[in-house]
């Protein structure tokens, strides 16, 4: 019984305090520590898309940029932020650990939104107000300018790097996957995750947006710059009640062990035994106070999606403790974003058509219809959005090897960093093919109304459907990693 008890008290996924201690369950980690994580988003989102979501009105009326040259500088700059967390990942899982590398990013994220709010509210950094509605006679920022006010996003970007990959891994730690209760409350955690992150962006996109608009950058950027040390504070007043987990050194040499192993073996049959699969020997998890089930986890428990079992008092009626799985929330988002660009087009070319009715085309004037419009389509974003992305998140976390975890949740933002970067790509070449041979393109610089973004929409529900036939094909090949839904029983007989 003594035995018994010692188990219960301790966590048994190997993850300790700052110290290097081992964790008693009962004074670290579950849901009174992950509150401070899911608090710290919703402030840190906030933060983030106070600075993002109106930045193109800044880019364009303040430092007098076109269209479509601001666009692309936004979406490199997004693509940037979603880029960078791979590095910060490697350093959280091979040097400082998740939490040490959070710490030092936060304080480089701080600085960034510093200085970006000085760039938006010191006159010498920026140039002279200008109501031409041309923005191409107003007089351009000057190189130093644009150098501190890049120079603040891009620091801003660094950042993100550190705190993104490590924050929602962080926060998944403290849920032991070995014990069942816990278990369970890891898969809503990630729920509660992407609530967050919502609930940031909708004050975001509404509050902070009017303040920029209609009180002046200075507020609408300063009060971003608030949010996140207050996100960060909370963060640390959490402190005491994390668990971490030890990096694990560089998993770039454990993934080329992996690869050369695999092209040397690769004709080798696929054992029955699952103690005759590569991660770490049995001593390794011993020390740590894992079992050997962890084998079945990463090993055998292959099989393909819907064939393997889990105990029935675990099962809904679809047989996958989640409901449904993450593969297929992942096929309802993309499905749901072809959707969304379909209902974008066909509102988009109802607006030039009131357009054109009202001689609006040419002069580029406000077109008269409510801007509630565009809010289907801003919804089923968010479904889509609610669906693809907390499946993702929980994708790379849970499907990442234990010593990868933080490189493994970085791919998701890696995905996103390279969409903007193709968006910008895209945006790029199209205006420029559909503007050949004397025709009006696509996207015009000055002019909306004189543009088709109807066309440029509906030439993302063609690249969409393209990208659900390929994941489609993946997902028939692809071999899903079991859940472990293991008793306490099971643990202590092992």
């Given at each position: 019984?003594?035995?018994?008890?010692?188990?219960?008290?301790?966590?048994?996924?190997g993850?300790?305090d700052?110290?290097?201690?081992?964790?008693?369950?009962?004074?670290?980690?579950?849901?009174k520590?992950?509150w401070?994580?899911?608090?710290?988003?919703?402030?840190?989102?906030?933060a983030?898309?106070?600075?993002s979501s109106?930045?193109?009105?800044y880019l364009?009326?303040?430092?007098?940029?076109?269209?479509?040259?601001?666009?692309?500088?936004?979406?490199?700059?997004?693509?940037?932020?979603?880029?960078?967390?791979?590095?910060?990942?490697?350093?959280?899982?091979?040097?400082?650990?998740?939490?040490?590398?959070?710490i030092?990013?936060?304080?480089?994220y701080?600085?960034?939104?510093?200085?970006?709010?000085?760039a938006?509210s010191?006159?010498?950094?920026?140039?002279?107000?200008?109501?031409?509605?041309?923005?191409?006679?107003?007089?351009?920022?000057?190189?130093?300018?644009?150098?501190?006010?890049?120079?603040a996003?891009?620091t801003?970007?660094?950042?993100t790097?550190?705190?993104?990959?490590?924050?929602?891994t962080?926060g998944?730690?403290?849920f032991d996957?070995?014990?069942?209760?816990?278990?369970?409350?890891?898969?809503?955690?990630?729920?509660?995750?992407?609530?967050?992150?919502?609930?940031?962006?909708?004050f975001?996109?509404?509050?902070?947006?009017?303040?920029?608009?209609?009180?002046?950058?200075?507020?609408?950027?300063?009060?971003?710059?608030?949010?996140?040390?207050?996100?960060i504070?909370i963060?640390?007043?959490?402190?005491?009640?994390?668990?971490?987990?030890?990096?694990?050194?560089?998993p770039?040499?454990?993934?080329?062990?992996?690869?050369?192993?695999?092209?040397?073996?690769?004709?080798v049959?696929?054992?029955?035994?699952?103690?005759?699969?590569?991660?770490?020997?049995?001593?390794?998890?011993?020390?740590?106070?894992?079992?050997?089930?962890?084998?079945?986890?990463?090993?055998?428990?292959?099989?393909?999606i819907?064939?393997?079992?889990?105990?029935?008092?675990?099962?809904?009626w679809?047989?996958n403790?989640?409901?449904?799985?993450?593969?297929q929330?992942?096929?309802?988002?993309?499905?749901?974003?072809?959707?969304?660009?379909?209902?974008?087009?066909?509102?988009?070319?109802?607006?030039?058509?009131?357009?054109?009715?009202?001689?609006?085309?040419?002069?580029?004037?406000?077109?008269?219809?409510?801007?509630?419009?565009?809010l289907?389509?801003?919804?089923?974003?968010?479904?889509?959005?609610?669906?693809?992305?907390?499946?993702?998140?929980?994708?790379?976390?849970?499907?990442?090897?234990?010593?990868?975890?933080?490189?493994?949740t970085?791919?998701?933002t890696?995905?996103?960093?390279?969409?903007?970067?193709l968006?910008?790509?895209?945006?790029?070449?199209?205006?420029?093919?559909?503007e050949?041979h004397?025709?009006?393109?696509?996207?015009?610089?000055?002019?909306?109304?004189?543009?088709?973004?109807?066309?440029?929409?509906?030439?993302?529900?063609?690249?969409?459907?393209?990208?659900?036939?390929?994941?489609?094909?993946?997902?028939?090949?692809?071999v899903?990693?079991?859940?472990?839904?293991?008793?306490?029983?099971?643990?202590?007989?092992?």
């Amino acid at each position: 019984m003594a035995e018994e008890a010692a188990l219960d008290e301790y966590t048994q996924d190997g993850t300790v305090d700052l110290k290097g201690n081992p964790v008693l369950r009962s004074r670290r980690g579950g849901w009174k520590a992950c509150w401070f994580i899911v608090v710290y988003e919703i402030f840190e989102r906030m933060a983030y898309y106070g600075i993002s979501s109106n930045l193109i009105l800044y880019l364009t009326k303040k430092l007098h940029q076109g269209a479509v040259t601001s666009s692309n500088n936004i979406t490199n700059w997004v693509g940037t932020i979603w880029m960078t967390p791979i590095l910060g990942a490697y350093v959280a899982d091979a040097h400082l650990g998740r939490y040490w590398t959070f710490i030092v990013a936060s304080v480089i994220y701080m600085s960034g939104m510093s200085l970006l709010t000085l760039a938006v509210s010191l006159p010498s950094l920026k140039p002279p107000r200008c109501l031409e509605p041309n923005v191409e006679n107003c007089k351009k920022a000057s190189t130093l300018q644009l150098a501190v006010f890049y120079g603040a996003l891009y620091t801003l970007a660094v950042g993100t790097g550190g705190t993104k990959p490590n924050i929602s891994t962080i926060g998944a730690d403290q849920f032991d996957d070995f014990d069942p209760k816990e278990k369970a409350h890891k898969l809503s955690f990630f729920n509660w995750w992407m609530f967050s992150i919502f609930t940031g962006i909708l004050f975001a996109s509404t509050v902070l947006v009017y303040i920029q608009d209609n009180f002046g950058w200075s507020l609408g950027y300063g009060l971003p710059t608030l949010g996140l040390a207050v996100s960060i504070m909370i963060f640390l007043a959490g402190t005491p009640l994390y668990r971490h987990k030890l990096p694990a050194g560089s998993p770039f040499t454990r993934m080329v062990r992996v690869i050369v192993a695999a092209i040397r073996k690769w004709k080798v049959p696929l054992p029955n035994d699952p103690k005759d699969l590569y991660e770490l020997d049995l001593e390794a998890y011993a020390k740590k106070g894992k079992v050997n089930t962890l084998f079945v986890k990463q090993g055998m428990t292959l099989e393909s999606i819907g064939s393997f079992e889990i105990p029935a008092g675990k099962l809904r009626w679809t047989k996958n403790p989640r409901g449904i799985t993450l593969l297929q929330r992942m096929g309802i988002g993309i499905v749901t974003i072809i959707i969304v660009m379909t209902v974008a087009s066909l509102t988009e070319r109802y607006r030039l058509s009131v357009a054109k009715e009202h001689g609006l085309v040419e002069n580029g004037g406000q077109v008269p219809l409510t801007v509630f419009i565009l809010l289907p389509q801003y919804v089923l974003m968010g479904i889509a959005d609610a669906t693809l992305d907390v499946a993702k998140i929980e994708f790379f976390y849970d499907h990442a090897p234990e010593s990868m975890k933080s490189l493994g949740t970085s791919y998701h933002t890696t995905s996103l960093g390279v969409g903007n970067f193709l968006s910008s790509f895209l945006l790029s070449t199209v205006s420029h093919i559909t503007e050949e041979h004397g025709h009006h393109g696509w996207i015009q610089q000055k002019n909306l109304n004189a543009s088709h973004l109807d066309y440029y929409y509906a030439f993302f529900v063609i690249l969409n459907f393209l990208n659900l036939i390929f994941f489609l094909v993946v997902v028939k090949f692809y071999v899903y990693k079991a859940e472990i839904w293991i008793q306490k029983k099971t643990l202590r007989k092992n």
